[in-house]
Structure formats: C-alpha cells, structure tokens
Nanobody
Framework: QVQFVESGGGLVQPGGSLRLSCAAS????????MGWYRQAPGKQRESVAG???????KYADSVKGRFTISRDNSKNTVYLQMNFLKPEDTAVYYC?????????????WGQGTQVTVSS
C-alpha cells in the first residue's frame, strides 16, 4: 500500500516561494502518475498539478506559470515548486497517485502540509 508524507509548507509573504515535497512509500512509485492537490478552508479539494512517470506535466489554470511539479523516482519523491505566491494559494496541500486523464486520486490521503500566504 502506497502512503504519502507531505512537507515543506509554511507562512510566506505574497510574491514569495515555497518548495513542497511528497515522499511516497512503496516500491512501485515510479509506475504512477502523481498529482498535487489543495484544499482551502470551506472549499473542496482541487487538483493543482500532475506529472506522469515519464515527466509529462499539467497544471490548473490558476497556478500555470507560477508552480512547477517534478519528481525524482530514485527518491520516491514528488515536488511542487511554488513561486509568486498569492493569498488565494493558502490551503492544505496534498499529493497522491492519480489517474492521468482526469486526476482522480488513487490512494488514501496523507496529512498534507499547510501553506499560508499572508503579509
């Protein structure tokens, strides 16, 4: 069973940057497409970015040009580099294995990592 541990969140000022990490257990990490999601207070969880096992990427329109997803299969880790952060990026961020064409999550959620963008 694959499990995920997210880290790297924190408090940052608008315009700042953060790099999130998601460490996955399980020996078949490299076969999965992976995705980052976020959930803001009072809102539904939404897909933010995805990456195939071959490195193809996709992004929500709200983060395109500001966020970059990447992965290191040798470390069973996926990353989310977030630049030019805005207050509306404030949320708990999660990762998961995904069905590529519609970003449906495949496994149980981890604890997430809180990102707060505020001056």
């Amino acid at each position: 069973q694959v499990q995920f541990v997210e880290s790297g969140g924190g408090l940052v000022q608008p315009g700042g940057s953060l790099r999130l990490s998601c460490a996955a257990s399980g020996s078949i990490f490299s076969t999965y497409s992976m995705g980052w999601y976020r959930q803001a207070p009072g809102k539904q969880r939404e897909s933010v970015a995805g990456i195939t096992n071959g490195g193809m990427t996709k992004y929500a329109d709200s983060v395109k040009g500001r966020f970059t997803i990447s992965r290191d299969n040798s470390k069973n880790t996926v990353y989310l580099q977030m630049n030019f952060l805005k207050p509306e990026d404030t949320a708990v961020y999660y990762c998961n294995a995904i069905v590529w064409y519609n970003s449906t999550p495949l496994r149980s959620w981890g604890q997430g990592t809180q990102v707060t963008v505020s001056s």
